[in-house]
């Protein structure tokens, strides 16, 4: 375990992670509008409350630190729109896999970071993470669409590449620009070192996505 | 106090709430957009949480009396949906007087039909009632707004009327097509009172409203 991190590289974590929960509510939302009946419509909106209610202790965790939740979320807008705008799905389907690998993405990524930040913004973190359970709706939603229609599978393994292709880019991009934040990540080691441990992360969140997706049936 | 009304009457009642909370849920969340900065867009996010909150708790109720949730909402997605397609906030400052005439009105009529519900029913719906303060919330933004800009009034006033006009024309509509609701608003008396008895609750449901706006400042 590294040393914990400085205060500055902590109100980074908690805000890009603040508004990742603030954006997915936002495009969850949205897409819930595609739900193909009222009972996954509302199943949606139901895991879209989860992302907000981590928003709020996010938010809260920010305030307690001195933060502003504003403040610290701003430096992360650009990216994380990006991603959404370059992800938007067409189909149902789509939905649910954007669900599965964007939580699958945001929980890898905080247990690589957990161990870094001091102990309150780490139990957050956990509790965050326990709920992430509730991807095992969309998961259930694309065994029932595979089973249904199994050319789909195709089409979906290749949104998912696309999907995991994306983050990675804007997470290289705001890895770049916040040194503080890329020196949490890469455990406080800070220097040259920088940017080769982004890149290790990275590589295995990728590895634990690959391994998610051939669970999911969506493996070529 | 009324006598307590029948199974089916209260899964109309659980049923019509639900949905309006979830198309509450959704609305606030498109509209959420409309905020003018991410503060503003954050703090509606948190609003709508409680209303899928809200949902959540609905929902359930509706299992524990054995009834289906989506069954028990279908014959009210119709009405929902017109009022939410005919106010269709064009401002942000038309968005925050739609939620606290909305929130307003569904606390009202929350109140006006509790006293005929059994005790777990009523729990469920006073706890509703309860967290419905957030309007304060859109409040506080109302008057910051028709202090920045006094002539906004005017137009948000006419605004509320046209809400408020939509909101009795479609409850008029539930009314009328589902009678065991509508006998339930007026206390389970039934017969040719019904109409009439649903035609005073929304003479007392408007006078609360236009007490609102007048504290609103939204009075013309």
């Not at 949606?44 to 403040?71: F, K, Q």
């Not at 896999?97 to 970071?113: N, S």
């Not at 290749?158 to 620009?177: D, K, M, N, P």
């Not at 990540?185 to 690959?210: C, E, Y």
């Amino acid at each position: 375990m590294g040393e914990v991190a400085d205060r500055e590289a902590i109100l980074d974590l908690l805000g890009v992670l603040a508004y990742g929960e603030l954006s997915a509510f936002d495009r969850m939302t949205a897409d819930a509008r595609r739900a193909p009946d009222l009972l996954l419509r509302a199943g949606l909106a139901e895991i879209a409350a989860v992302e907000i209610n981590h928003y709020v202790e996010l938010a809260a965790r920010i305030r307690e630190l001195g933060g502003d939740p504003v403040a610290a979320m701003t430096p992360f807008v650009s990216a994380v729109d990006t991603f959404h705008r370059r992800t938007e799905p067409s189909t149902w389907g789509e939905v649910l896999v954007k669900i599965v690998v964007g939580d699958g993405l945001a929980a890898d990524f905080y247990r690589e970071v957990a161990a870094f930040v001091d102990q309150d913004t780490r139990h957050l973190v956990e509790h965050a993470l326990a709920d992430s359970e509730l991807s095992a709706f969309a998961e259930a939603g694309i065994h029932a669409l595979i089973a249904a229609e199994p050319s789909a599978a195709a089409r979906l393994s290749l949104w998912g590449r696309r999907l995991v292709g994306e983050a990675i880019s804007q997470t290289q991009q705001v890895a770049a620009e916040r040194d503080a934040l890329a020196g949490l990540i890469i455990g406080g080691r800070g220097g040259n070192g920088g940017l080769a441990g982004v890149a290790a992360m990275i590589s295995r969140l990728t590895d634990r996505h690959l391994r998610r997706m051939t669970e999911l049936g969506l493996s070529n």
